[in-house]
């Protein structure tokens, strides 16, 4: 069996595939990364692909004038769920997801989430599967302004926090949104923090670290995941509330 072919779709320099690119190629995945920031195209059509992942960045997901390639980065989103090719958007990626599909995406309410904060799985993660096999509280990392304040018509909420509830979902049978970071180090979020001018708080510091240590074997294995899922990939169109604005 060939490799899966995946297309990561980078927006910002600062925020690379880094060790999910790792888990995804350990896990037998080729991937692609197209710079969008650096001026590498977009393509209409997932044709081709076996998977995509939309990573994060500074802009927020409808500033196409900070980023002119949004648009159809939403566009291509929204035809990778109308043709069931299985897509990750991390952070900005599950915003632009949510756009792509019919959701909505506003400033957080209660400010930034930076650093080491809790999210829980929801019941219906118990038979996702990427979600399922991962404890009730993984650890992960933060670090957004923006919040998607409403899901895609039909998406189902896989984890959720305190502070903002939509932390996973998935929308169709094999597109997710994750509103968290899997593929940072301790030593990226408190290099974006430097470079955005954050205070340093409690969850820059010893919480941040041991979320570092725990999240590579718990994410990796879901990384894998990922790539089974497309490997096995269903090939039969849906229609779902897909908007590109």
């Not at 002119?68 to 958007?89: C, F, K, S």
């Not at 899901?151 to 909420?157: D, E, I, R, S």
């Not at 340093?200 to 899922?229: H, P």
Request: contains cysteine; negative net charge; glycine residues 8%.
């Amino acid at each position: 069996m060939s490799a899966p072919r995946i297309l990561v779709l980078e927006h910002d320099e600062a925020a690379p595939v880094a060790r999910l690119g790792d888990w995804l190629r350990a896990a037998g995945a080729e991937l692609t990364v197209a710079r969008a920031h650096a001026g590498a195209p977009i393509p209409a059509e997932p044709d081709g692909w076996d998977g995509i992942v939309c990573l994060g960045g500074r802009m927020g997901a409808a500033q196409d004038e900070v980023a002119p390639w949004l648009p159809a980065t939403r566009g291509l989103l929204a035809a990778a769920v109308q043709n069931r090719v299985p897509t990750l958007g991390v952070c900005l990626g599950a915003q632009l997801l949510a756009l792509a599909t019919g959701g909505s995406v506003d400033p957080g309410l209660e400010g930034p989430e930076i650093g080491a904060h809790l999210a829980a799985k929801r019941d219906a993660a118990n038979s996702d599967p990427l979600f399922g096999p991962l404890p009730m509280t993984p650890d992960v990392m933060h670090f957004h302004d923006d919040v998607v304040s409403d899901l895609p018509p039909g998406a189902v909420l896989l984890m959720s926090s305190t502070g903002y509830p939509h932390q996973a979902y998935r929308v169709g049978p094999a597109a997710w949104g994750v509103q968290f970071h899997i593929e940072t180090t301790a030593a990226d979020v408190r290099a974006w923090a430097r470079m955005t001018d954050q205070p340093a708080n409690w969850r820059l510091a010893d919480a941040l670290d041991e979320a570092d240590e725990a999240m590579t074997e718990i994410w990796s294995e879901f990384a894998a995941r990922f790539v089974d899922v497309c490997r096995q990939r269903p090939t039969r169109r849906i229609e779902v509330g897909v908007s590109a604005r």
